[in-house]
């Protein structure tokens, strides 16, 4: 009981204010509330069995600023795929060909690989050596943070229009990966090239944005006509 209270604790105050809590907000913009909690459950469920039964073997064979990095990168991605993907002749309700649970569920495992919970997860298992209840309590720590989030999220979209929800759920997907890289990257090489890379990569994304958006648009105005 110690391990599971403990764990429970750890992760609430940890993800208060972290990337995956926000995430939880911005996808509750998009998603319904309930999905996109089962869809953190299932992720979180996942990803921290994965912490805690193989964890260690996985950091031996594949070093964790590599999978740090990929997940980072693929946030940036994600990004430009929420401009993309929404429209405003109704199509913007149209789900993915994933669904709104595997497709928030991949966000969350993508964004848990590396992040300091699941890094913590395992280092709980080690510590009191049970791992049903170490599991349980960062699960459900998980569930509790990022339901604030998703309650957020809700009362967002009530009250803010939906192209200002777009571009802020957007930036926020875009500006973690832009993070996460320059975290991993500043690491392995110098860190004024780091920078570089990071300006190349923000005004990549930050064009793509742009490109987007005016496509889209005229899209709109053209099926208008």
């Known amino acids: 009981m110690t ?23 911005a996808f509750a913009t998009r998603y319904s509330a309930y999905k996109v909690l089962i869809a953190v459950f299932l992720a979180t469920l996942v990803n921290h069995a994965l912490a805690v039964a193989t964890g260690r073997f996985l950091t031996a064979v594949v070093p964790m600023d590599i999978i740090s990095f990929v997940a ?26 994933f669904g709104p649970i595997v497709t928030v569920g991949i966000a969350f495992f993508l964004a848990e690989m ?22 349980m309590g960062t699960t ?19 009250h803010i229009p939906e192209r200002v929800i777009k571009w802020f759920s957007a930036g926020i997907f875009i500006l973690f990966g832009l993070i996460g890289v320059y975290k991993i990257l500043s690491t392995r090489i110098d860190i004024k090239y780091a920078f570089f890379i990071l300006l190349f990569l923000a005004a990549c994304s930050a064009y793509g944005a742009y490109y987007l958006s005016r496509t889209k648009k005229s899209k709109t105005a053209n099926e208008k006509l």
């Open 3 to 25: 391990a599971f209270i403990a764990s429970f604790i750890f992760v609430v105050l940890a993800e208060m204010g972290d990337k995956t809590q926000l995430l939880a907000m």
């Open 72 to 97: 980072a990168f693929s946030f940036i991605v994600f990004g430009l795929w929420t401009i993309r993907g929404d429209k405003l002749d109704g199509e913007d309700r149209k789900e993915s060909k």
């Open 114 to 135: 590396g992040d300091k919970t699941q890094l913590a997860t395992i280092s709980l298992a080690v510590k009191y050596q049970s791992m049903f209840n170490v599991l």
């Open 140 to 158: 459900l720590g998980m569930i509790i943070a990022d339901a604030i989030g998703i309650i957020v999220g809700i009362v967002m979209r009530k």
